[in-house]
Antibody, heavy 119, light 107 residues
């Protein structure tokens, strides 16, 4: 069974940083591209970032480029999102998701971790 | 970035109704489109990929169609568990972009 479990969210002041993690199990992690998607309270879904299966290629939404960094450790079956220079508008539930084999459609999702940016 | 325009933003329907949600892309995206269902406080669930392919385990009352710029999600006979919010997503290129969502409510 595919499982994705996010952690690392919390309350942080504007300008602060966090590292989000996503532990994967139930599939060959190193074979799949992965994405982060977020959802602000009461709002729709926003794709944030993606990384290729090897980690060699990364993509970012314009809203986070230069502030967020996606990475992965295939030996630990773990995906990361380093979030820096946080703003109030980054407050959201952050989901990690596996992308379908040879496609970019996220198919399996974690339960999400809440990041709240507030003073 | 490709813009996805989803309509309607909400609709009211009864159990047993046929429901249609549409999504329009700002440029051609072949059939690189997915549909998701989300219940409150839960993660999105993939229903349809490649515009018309049913994800494993999803009931056959869900179907998708379209290619290029215009896409449709149809629920043939609405069930109580289908009252939720639905999103389209283009995965033709990065940045991936979602539609604004359609909330399906009980009439």
């Amino acid at each position: 069974e595919v499982q994705l479990v996010e952690s690392g969210g919390g309350l942080v002041q504007p300008g602060g940083s966090l590292r989000l993690s996503c532990a994967a199990s139930g599939f060959t992690f190193s074979s799949y591209a992965m994405s982060w998607v977020r959802q602000a309270p009461g709002e729709g879904l926003e794709w944030v970032s993606a990384i290729s299966s090897s980690g060699g290629v990364t993509y970012y939404a314009d809203s986070v480029k230069g502030r967020f960094t996606i990475s992965r450790d295939n030996s630990k079956n773990t995906l990361y999102l380093q979030v820096n220079s946080l703003r109030a508008e980054d407050t959201a539930v952050y989901y990690c998701a596996r992308e379908r084999w040879l496609q970019s459609t996220p198919d399996y999702w974690g339960q999400g971790t809440l990041v709240t940016v507030s003073s | 970035a490709i813009q996805m325009t989803q309509s309607p933003s909400s609709l009211s329907a009864s159990v047993g109704d046929r429901v249609t949600i549409t999504c329009r892309a700002s440029q051609g995206i072949r059939n690189d489109l997915g549909w998701y269902q989300q219940n409150p406080g839960k993660a999105p669930k993939l229903l349809i990929y490649s515009a018309s392919s049913l994800q494993s385990g999803v009931p056959s009352r869900f179907s998708g169609s379209g290619s290029g710029t215009d896409f449709t999600l149809t629920i043939s006979s609405l069930q109580p568990e289908d009252f939720a919010t639905y999103y389209c997503l283009q995965d033709y290129n990065y940045p991936l972009t979602f539609g604004q969502g359609t909330k399906v409510e009980i009439k």
